[in-house]
């Protein structure tokens, strides 16, 4: 959680990249993916107080320093159009470029902002995100009434 920088610019900044994030989350990328990220199970960005500070949360697979590589090395310049809104977030360039390439930086900046979680749930305990993609790709195969050969190989390779 973090305060926005004022202005009317930052505010239109912010909200235009959160809308092209949500418009592409759900007609560009696929399912289950935040970019090249496939290890994420939830994530989402609120404003508070007026649209004056914000908050993310997202339920993710394996340790929080692999989370932020994961940020960091497969969609570094979405984090940076994002979070560069943010006081305290490491110097961008063009909104895009720089930013969480300091990697110390960035790693310092989100854990002084990170929150302790007071609830966590997770409905299918042991199981990763990628885990869940396969398990549904194996019930729409037990579901199909028909499949050509090549994608019945592909069915039978997932088990």
């Not at 959680?1 to 418009?23: E, F, Q, Y």
């Not at 007609?27 to 107080?49: E, M, N, S, Y």
């Not at 305290?88 to 990170?114: I, M, S």
């Not at 885990?131 to 039978?156: C, F, H, K, P, Y």
Request: charged share 25%; glycine share 8%; with cysteine.
């Amino acid at each position: 959680m973090g305060s926005l920088k004022p202005g009317l610019v930052r505010l239109l900044t912010i909200t235009g990249v959160l809308t092209t994030v949500n418009w592409a989350a759900r007609h560009i990328t696929p399912r289950g993916h935040l970019g090249r990220i496939r290890t994420i199970h939830f994530a989402r960005w609120v404003f508070l107080d007026g649209k004056k500070r914000m908050v993310f949360f997202s339920n993710y697979d394996g340790t929080v320093e692999s989370y932020m590589d994961d940020f960091i090395n497969k969609t570094g310049f979405g984090l940076n159009a994002v979070f560069s809104n943010g006081i305290g977030y490491p110097r961008t360039n063009w909104l895009v470029l720089d930013g969480c390439q300091d990697e110390q930086k960035y790693k310092d900046f989100l854990r002084r902002h990170t929150l302790p979680t007071q609830v966590w749930y997770k409905a299918y305990l042991g199981l990763t995100a990628i885990d869940l993609e396969r398990n549904t790709r194996i019930r729409q195969g037990l579901e199909s009434t028909s499949m050509s050969d090549q994608e019945a190989r592909e069915w039978v390779a997932l088990l």
